[in-house]
């Protein structure tokens, strides 16, 4: 499905030089490298602060800490995503509330969260799933209207943009009053083991949030409130720094094999491409197909009989998973998240993809779909 070894052969001096530089100065937590990366992180997004944290979740979680919630409190979550963005939710005592996805986008529908909102509702966390943002210009009207906040879980979305109708620009994770992002290993800006970041231009929330990370606390051993301890090490931050001016050529090399497969499979009768939001530009997380009139997990099991790797995300709807039964939620309530779920196949999407490779696959997938 990726291929980190490839990557890494291509820019093994500057990642290896920045862990080299790591391990001599043994700055491992929280060293200038973190420092230096976060500014560069900044700078890329354009978001007014970065809070480098120790994952994805972690990020989710801490910036509902931030919010000053109280349990009982709703925020509304897709139901097709991964189990993450609720999870942190329902840790936290709050009430995850899922809505179902638009079948073009997958991304969360805006009818649904409109639908959603009750007196308790406090946030919405759109996932801008697959790498393509959710339909964030009525999102951000919706919360304004409601008085919601909005925490972008942008794990899968890092560099995308997203172009308001007014023409104004911003990046996935800066949009909304806070951002998450995870630079797990097979993400788009992925790092040699966990790390995650979080986005906010709100100074205030800034600090909050930097101190939940840190235990609590402003001031060293004086803990202000109950916190976690969750921070990105520096030779994470040492790879993310190498591979960070890299990030535009990465999307763009996803965006060329997408376009292959775009290309390949239009037309079939049971292959659905991507479907295309116009206010967002794709970065190709997951390429990711709906198949019809075919049967999903037996195309997966020839195409791996042919080295062909190709994965399900997600097989299972929140509202369906064993430890989120609600009683509020039944089988068929959000029809198109559990038709997603039957249905999809995310295809091998990386940078190294070769044509030859893309070749290969796309003429065994049109292969065993038409048989
Ligand atoms: C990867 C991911 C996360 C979690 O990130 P970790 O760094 O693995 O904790 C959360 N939400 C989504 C949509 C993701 O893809």
Not at 322 to 339: C, H, I, N
């Amino acid at each position: 499905m990726v291929d980190l070894q490839t990557q890494y052969q291509h820019i093994k001096a500057d990642i290896d030089k920045g862990i080299e530089e790591v391990i001599s100065s043994a700055a491992f937590i929280k060293g200038p490298k973190v420092t230096e990366f976060q500014a560069h992180l900044e700078q890329y997004t354009g978001s007014k602060h970065v809070i480098p944290v120790g994952n994805g979740t972690d990020a989710l979680q801490i910036a509902l800490m931030g919010l000053d919630l109280k349990p009982g409190d709703e925020v509304i979550t897709p139901t097709f995503t991964f189990i993450a963005t609720a999870e942190v939710v329902a840790l936290l005592g709050l009430t995850p509330v899922v809505v179902d996805v638009d079948w073009d986008t997958m991304n969360i529908s805006v009818e649904g969260i409109r639908k959603a909102i009750t007196p308790k509702t406090k946030a919405i966390v759109p996932v801008h799933l697959f790498g393509q943002c959710a339909d964030m210009e009525a999102i951000m009207e919706i919360a304004k209207e409601h008085h919601l906040y909005v925490v972008e879980d942008a794990c899968q979305a890092i560099g995308a943009k997203y172009t308001f109708s007014n023409g104004l620009t911003k990046q996935a994770a800066t949009i909304g009053h806070i951002g998450c992002t995870s630079f797990f290993p097979s993400k788009n800006l992925g790092c040699y083991g966990d790390g995650g970041a979080l986005f906010t231009d709100d100074d205030a929330l800034a600090e909050k949030m930097k101190a939940i990370a840190n235990h609590g606390c402003f001031v060293r051993y004086h803990h202000d409130f109950i916190g976690v301890n969750s921070r990105l090490d520096s030779i994470q931050a040492a790879v993310l720094d190498a591979k960070l001016p890299h990030l535009n050529d990465y999307i763009v090399a996803r965006q060329r094999a997408a376009a292959y497969y775009d290309k390949a499979f239009a037309g079939n009768k049971h292959i659905i491409t991507p479907g295309r939001d116009e206010h967002s530009t794709h970065v190709y997380h997951q390429y990711t197909l709906r198949l019809v009139d075919v049967d999903r997990d037996s195309v997966r099991e020839q195409l791996a009989a042919r080295d062909i790797p190709a994965m399900v995300y997600y097989p299972i709807p929140l509202h369906l998973q064993k430890a989120y039964q609600d009683p509020r939620y039944l089988p068929g309530d959000f029809p198109v998240a559990e038709r997603l779920a039957n249905c999809v196949l995310s295809l091998p999407m990386h940078t190294e993809l070769d044509e030859e490779q893309l070749s290969y696959i796309t003429r065994n997938v049109l292969d065993i779909v038409n048989q």
